[in-house]
């Protein structure tokens, strides 16, 4: 069975969040080693509340794919401009290739849809 374009917009958006979960964790290290700063806890608290906030919603989007016996690799293969994601939908494997240029821009537009969601 190959993947629907429903099965695919679904594996886009799951590797987008993957990324911007993994950009937070990166950024609560930065912010962790950042000199001492007056409000550094509260930015720290906002940042791992967003955090989980965003992992409840990787996680949600998890369970939605095993629903429907789709697995995505979590970590993607970089060849120059290209990550390619290596997923399985209902037994059958596959590639999904993204541009560097296109995962940066699909988060911009994730976090924009995400936020209209939560009514920012």
């Not at 608290?45 to 949600?60: P, T």
């Amino acid at each position: 069975m190959k993947p629907n374009e429903d099965d695919l917009k679904m594996i886009r958006r799951h590797i987008l969040l993957q990324n911007i979960v993994a950009e937070m964790d990166q950024e609560r290290v930065r912010l962790e080693t950042q000199p001492f700063v007056s409000v550094r806890g509260l930015r720290l608290r906002m940042h791992d509340g967003l955090a989980y906030l965003l992992r409840a919603k990787l996680q949600r989007s998890r369970d939605e794919l095993r629903q429907r016996r789709i697995w995505v690799d979590n970590r993607g293969h970089r060849d120059g401009d290209i990550v390619t994601y290596r997923y399985a939908c209902a037994g059958r494997q596959g590639v999904f290739p993204m541009t560097v240029d296109g995962i940066r821009t699909g988060i911009v537009k994730t976090i924009e849809e995400i936020a209209q969601a939560w009514g920012m």
